[in-house]
């Protein structure tokens, strides 16, 4: 014990000797043990008894005793000093961490009231150590217990702001979800009873019934969940409170006495209980601020009833429901003609009473906790997830145009803008990533891009069909000009010679096809010998003439009559836009990868 009063008394901050004071009074291995840790609170607990008391002797404040004269000397109370080495070694662990909880509690219990305050004002100042996960853990229950002792021994109409300072610490130091402190059962406080005259005085200057009436409404106020089960006692209830409100509404308040009360300058004497005197009841109902919380009370009590409890049996039933409401829509309505500021007013305990509301419900489902656990996000296989790009208008293109017109302002007049790029130049960017010998990766070749593929192949269409003919059978690397591709890569895509002696067939046929349209015309009805195997959309007389025509024979049934080709002609043209592509003279509409129609029809056969 000497060795801590000597610790006390040093100079220096509690790291410099704090655990070394230790080693030296209990001397342990390595970490101290069951035992050595309980003799050491006893020797701790023992050394604050003898301080308390030499400090009461001598007439000085418990947290100032021993504290030196000297202006020079910064040092606390010993007191102080002590709880500070205590509590520097519970953080490190050197020793139990509940042994500063438990000196803190047999300081409040030696104190007086007076003295409390100072103690407790150390404690606030010590709340972020105290509230460490490894002290938290160990002192909760004995600072709750501290706590709820000096509650117990404060006035609640003389000590208010002490008994504020006790509960707003133990919110900040418990977890919102702390099970202690939600009051899960939705116990009411039944022991604070509104003493009332039950009797009319000899001479009264109110209706003593209205009186009686007014203050019995408390008892269902201090006790909701008694009107559920008992259906008469909320009839009474109900009947009570409608002649309250009536008479309420009966005797309006005047703007100008409204505002003659400040409420602000009312709360520095403000009086938690209000006096029942009937003698008092005619000034206390010209008080806006009485009838204030006549209707915030019947709020919080329609509230409580509408709110649907655990078992059927708490549901209020729909009779009481209706009444509910309408006496729920007089209160606000009144609580809105009540001066000063009664809108405002109303919004405000609206919204208290929706966090309420909010706060049951969580109690109601266990009090689940609101901490919920960090997300980890998923790496992709190459390191990490890029993040997309956030364009000012949308996308790249739009904001690029946006750019380039703001820079210039004629570059959405400039006509050169406007303009359709030659085959050749537009697919030159994928002919190069289609080079080996290039090395560009595959993610970042032009295939990949939709638009610049979309583009390609309108241009394809209109200016190279042979190249997008090739799009089916290779792909979008298909469409790009040969001439553009390298020879090892172009030997992949080019045509067949078996494609080549077809073509030339075809161009053998075609000019058979004229020279009989110019020297004999059929009519029509000689053409449909096999009408009952053509499409009527899509005549197949052309491709049957061509596969005799390829043999060295035409029929003259076979033959197409001039109406034909210009069916076949029609419907080419209609499915194509005007101006779009350029038609080859040479091509026919029956060529599909290079092969003929007959061809197709030859496959299907077989």
Not at 10 to 31: E, N
Not at 228 to 248: D, E
Not at 309 to 335: A, F, Q, R, W, Y
Not at 533 to 539: E, G, H, K, L
Request: proline share 6%.
């Amino acid at each position: 014990m000497d060795l801590f009063r000597d610790a006390i008394l040093h100079p220096g901050p509690p790291q410099d000797f704090a655990l070394q004071t230790v080693q030296l009074a209990i001397k342990p291995q390595v970490k101290l043990v069951q035992d050595e840790n309980q003799l050491l609170e006893n020797i701790l607990r023992t050394l604050l008894q003898e301080l308390v008391l030499a400090a009461v002797q001598s007439g000085q404040e418990i947290m100032q005793y021993g504290l030196s004269i000297d202006d020079g000397d910064t040092r606390p109370g010993q007191i102080p000093r002590l709880l500070d080495i205590v509590l520097y070694l519970c953080e490190k662990e050197h020793i139990e961490g509940g042994m500063i909880f438990q000196l803190l509690e047999d300081l409040t219990e030696m104190s007086t009231m007076r003295n409390c305050k100072d103690i407790f004002g150390y404690i606030e100042s010590k709340q972020d150590i105290l509230g460490k996960p490894e002290l938290f853990a160990r002192g909760k229950l004995v600072m709750l217990r501290t706590c709820n002792q000096l509650l117990r021994r404060l006035s609640k109409a003389n000590d208010v702001v002490f008994c504020g300072r006790i509960i707003m610490f133990l919110a900040h130091f418990f977890p919102l979800s702390e099970r202690s402190a939600v009051n899960i059962k939705g116990v009411f406080n039944t022991s604070n009873e509104t003493k009332y005259e039950k009797e009319a005085p000899d001479s009264s200057s109110i209706d003593f019934n209205f009186y009686k009436t007014f203050w019995s409404l408390q008892e269902s106020f201090s006790n909701p969940a008694s009107l559920t089960p008992a259906l008469t006692k909320w009839h009474k209830f109900a009947s009570s409170l409608m002649v309250v409100l009536n008479t309420f509404e009966a005797q309006p308040l005047s703007d100008e006495g409204g505002n003659a009360i400040n409420l602000e300058d009312e709360a520095s004497n403000f009086s938690i209980k209000y006096l029942t005197s009937s003698n008092l009841m005619g000034l206390e109902l010209k008080d806006p601020s009485f009838r204030r919380h006549i209707y915030v009370q019947c709020l919080i009590l329609f509230d409580y009833l509408k709110t649907p409890g655990k078992n059927d049996k708490d549901l209020p039933s729909d009779t009481m429901k209706e009444e509910i409401k309408t006496c729920e829509e007089l209160v606000k309505k009144l609580l809105e003609m009540t001066p000063p500021r009664g809108n405002e007013f109303l919004r405000s305990i609206e919204h208290i009473l929706e966090r309420e509301r909010n706060w049951v419900w969580w109690k109601r489902d266990g009090c689940p906790p609101f901490e919920k656990p960090p997300t980890e996000k998923k790496l992709a296989q190459d390191g990490g997830r890029k993040r997309r790009p956030r364009w000012r208008m949308g996308n790249k293109e739009l904001s690029q145009l946006w750019k380039w017109a703001d820079q210039n302002p004629n570059a959405l007049t400039d006509p050169q803008r406007v303009r359709t790029p030659a085959i050749m130049d537009y697919w030159k960017p994928l002919a190069e990533d289609m080079d080996e010998s290039a090395g560009i990766e595959e993610e970042y070749h032009h295939k990949n891009n939709r638009v610049y593929c979309w583009k390609g192949l309108r241009f394809s269409a209109r200016q190279d069909l042979e190249g997008f003919s090739r799009f089916t059978e290779h792909g979008i690397e298909g469409v790009v000009p040969l001439e553009l591709l390298p020879p090892d890569v172009r030997s992949k895509y080019q045509a067949k010679p078996g494609d080549r002696s077809k073509r030339a067939k075809r161009e053998e046929t075609k000019g058979s096809l004229q020279q009989v349209e110019e020297s004999q015309e059929i009519p029509a009805s000689e053409t449909d010998v096999d009408g009952s195997r053509n499409d009527p959309d899509a005549s197949t007389a052309p491709m049957e003439t061509d596969a005799i025509m390829a043999s060295g024979s035409v029929s003259q049934g076979g033959t197409p009559t001039p109406e034909d080709n210009q069916k076949q002609s029609s419907d080419i043209d209609v499915g194509l836009e005007a101006g779009q592509i350029e038609a080859d003279t040479e091509a026919e509409p029956g060529m599909v990868d290079g092969e003929t129609d007959a061809d197709v029809d030859l496959d299907v056969g077989t």
